[in-house]
T-cell receptor, first 107, second 115 residues
Framework: KNEVEQSPQNLTAQEGEFITINCSYS?????LHWLQQHPGGGIVSLFM???GKKKHGRLIATINIQEKHSSLHITASHPRDSAVYIC?????????FGQGTRLTINP | SAVISQKPSRDICQRGTSLTIQCQVD?????MFWYRQQPGQSLTLIAT?????????ESGFVIDKFPISRPNLTFSTLTVSNMSPEDSSIYLC????????????FGPGTRLTVL
């Protein structure tokens, strides 16, 4: 079993829909990252969380340390949100990555 | 936040050749990392590039295949040696300002195709 599990693996939605991507982990961590990877391959860091909730524009990330679970929400989704979203946890000095969620938003 | 650039952004190479990827950070950072992302897979850490000493390689990766240089606190190179089609991947450089810091920055990646 992977130390970081994401669901769903693939998600297709219509523009405007509310999107939720989930991440569960099984190890002790000092921080959790949500990353966005576009088709070109480059990775952008969206959020880094140690507790609670963060919001940036239409994106919201939450983490529940006791349940070892995090969610990434996108409100009013747009085709430009189409990308792979990756959850990564900081375990000791290293990042452990989830498999990613491929999100496609259709106009 | 640190901004990371990589060169080349993509390349197509012949089997048996080597490619060196450069990573430049716009500020001094303590830690630099090299990751590989094979098609359809998640990121895998190749090694931690140490300034002034040999890189620390993860299990399954060896210096002869992936030699790494880190001459200063802003620059590193990764060489993929004696390439085979299985080396076709995205190679990503990443950095953290301090070992104890949680925030980590990523480069734009180098997309390598080996024929």
């Amino acid at each position: 079993k992977n130390e970081v599990e994401q669901s769903p693996q693939n998600l297709t939605a219509q523009e405007g829909e509310f999107i939720t991507i989930n991440c569960s982990y099984s190890v002790g961590i000092s921080a959790l990252h949500w990353l966005q990877q576009h088709p070109g391959g480059g990775i952008v860091s969206l959020f880094m969380l140690s507790s609670g909730k963060k919001k940036h524009g239409r994106l919201i990330a939450t983490i529940n340390i006791q349940e070892k679970h995090s969610s990434l929400h996108i409100t009013a989704s747009h085709p430009r949100d189409s990308a792979v979203y990756i959850c990564a946890v900081k375990k000791a000095q290293k990042l452990v990555f989830g498999q990613g969620t491929r999100l496609t938003i259709n106009p | 936040s640190a901004v990371i650039s990589q060169k080349p952004s993509r390349d197509i190479c012949q089997r048996g050749t080597s490619l060196t990827i450069q990573c430049q950070v716009d500020s001094q950072v303590t830690m630099m990392f090299w990751y590989r992302q094979q098609p359809g897979q998640s990121l895998t850490l190749i090694a931690t590039a140490n300034q002034g000493s040999e890189a620390t390689y993860e299990s399954g990766f060896v210096i002869d295949k992936f030699p790494i240089s880190r001459p200063n606190l802003t620059f590193s190179t990764l060489t993929v040696s004696n390439m085979s089609p299985e080396d076709s991947s995205i190679y990503l450089c990443s950095a953290r300002e301090r070992a104890s810091y949680n925030e980590q920055f990523f480069g734009p990646g180098t997309r390598l195709t080996v024929l």
